[in-house]
């Protein structure tokens, strides 16, 4: 499984941005797909995240201006972002794994991309 993220870059703050994420064939429909990121010193945190059958989660920090979607046809995952703050800043991650059962815990997804810097400002 190949995850390539994409779209990261240095905004303002209450900017708008959209990640991407192109994966191997057949991946994005049928397994758990996250968004995770990780700001210098800190730990890894689950974002958002969206299951084979639609059921999306969210992160309290993020809820109400991020949004998780999926297209099946062009196997990518997105991540659209929106009022961005200066504590959005961190390298953002795309995962998948089969099935988890926390699916904002970074320990339960086995395939990773390498990642794509956002930074607010």
């Known amino acids: 499984v190949q995850l390539v993220e994409s779209g990261g870059e240095s905004v303002q703050t209450g900017g708008s941005l959209r990640l991407s994420c192109a994966a191997s064939?057949?991946?994005?429909?049928?397994?758990?797909m996250g968004w995770f990121r990780q700001a210098p010193g800190k730990g890894r945190e689950g974002v958002a995240a969206i299951d084979s059958n639609g059921s999306i989660s969210y992160a309290d920090s993020v809820k109400g201006r991020f949004t998780i979607s999926r297209d099946n046809a062009k196997n990518t995952l997105y991540l659209q972002m929106n009022s961005l703050k200066p504590e959005d800043t961190a390298m953002y991650y795309c995962?998948?794994?089969?099935?988890?059962?926390?699916?904002?815990?970074?320990?339960?997804?086995?395939?990773w991309g390498q990642g794509t810097q956002v930074t607010v400002s």
């Open positions: 064939p057949n991946t994005i429909s049928n397994y758990v």
């Open positions: 995962a998948t794994s089969y099935s988890c059962v926390d699916v904002l815990s970074s320990n339960e997804y086995i395939y």
